[in-house]
């Protein structure tokens, strides 16, 4: 009996040693920005516009195959447009650029860090972050998936949550056909 309480003790003592030392490290991987691409569609009761925006640095962060955590930096002065050419686009890019919208000269970039991840399937994610421009913080919860070294996710962002009211119809009547609407959409195709 003596014996089979030692050999239980020894059993337990080897096994607790053995899992102190197995720890799932996290791995970082850093995002190829020149690889990577975050496209921006803005919606307005004529019709739409549509750009890029660069990406200067960014992260995700996993436990094994498993993603938990990310965080990007926007490179807000390289927005531009796709959809306008010539003197449009100038303007167009400006006026994003302005303090109407952005406000790149004060706010040159915005930043999403990652603050809960909830798996939804194989490779998919729900992510909660905390969404920066213009200074300002507020939570965003979209969808990630990632494929290999590949991810795409899909945000929606409402603008007027971080000051940018210009021609929103929520906060100015009569604006009939002039108004733009609150929300604008980010994809991302990333490579690490």
């Given at each position: 009996?003596?014996?089979?309480?030692?050999?239980?003790?020894?059993?337990?003592?080897?096994?607790?040693?053995?899992?102190?030392f197995?720890?799932?490290?996290?791995?970082k991987?850093?995002i190829?920005?020149?690889?990577?691409?975050?496209?921006?569609?803005?919606?307005?009761?004529?019709?739409?516009?549509?750009?890029?925006?660069?990406?200067?640095?960014?992260s995700?962060?996993?436990?094994?195959?498993?993603l938990?955590?990310?965080?990007?930096?926007?490179?807000?002065?390289?927005?531009?447009?796709?959809?306008?050419?010539?003197?449009?686009?100038?303007?167009?890019?400006?006026?994003?650029?302005?303090?109407?919208?952005?406000?790149?000269?004060k706010?040159?970039?915005?930043?999403?860090?990652?603050k809960?991840?909830?798996?939804?399937?194989?490779?998919?994610?729900?992510?909660?972050?905390?969404?920066?421009?213009?200074?300002?913080?507020?939570?965003?919860?979209?969808?990630?998936?990632?494929?290999?070294?590949?991810?795409?996710?899909?945000?929606?962002?409402?603008?007027?949550?971080?000051?940018?009211?210009?021609?929103?119809?929520?906060?100015?009547?009569?604006?009939?056909?002039?108004?733009?609407?609150?929300?604008?959409?980010?994809?991302?195709?990333?490579?690490f």
């Amino acid at each position: 009996m003596k014996n089979k309480i030692k050999s239980l003790a020894i059993v337990a003592l080897v096994a607790f040693t053995t899992f102190s030392f197995i720890a799932v490290s996290a791995e970082k991987k850093e995002i190829k920005t020149d690889k990577s691409k975050l496209v921006w569609k803005g919606y307005k009761f004529t019709g739409s516009h549509d750009g890029t925006i660069g990406i200067k640095s960014g992260s995700l962060t996993f436990e094994g195959d498993k993603l938990t955590g990310g965080e990007f930096v926007v490179d807000m002065t390289s927005l531009i447009s796709l959809d306008t050419e010539g003197g449009m686009k100038d303007r167009l890019e400006g006026h994003l650029k302005s303090d109407d919208f952005f406000g790149v000269e004060k706010y040159p970039t915005s930043t999403l860090v990652f603050k809960k991840i909830e798996s939804t399937g194989k490779n998919t994610y729900t992510v909660t972050g905390d969404l920066t421009i213009k200074g300002i913080t507020k939570p965003n919860t979209f969808k990630i998936s990632i494929y290999g070294s590949k991810a795409t996710a899909n945000l929606k962002v409402d603008r007027t949550l971080y000051d940018i009211k210009f021609k929103s119809g929520s906060f100015f009547d009569n604006l009939q056909d002039q108004v733009i609407y609150d929300e604008f959409d980010l994809v991302a195709d990333l490579q690490f």
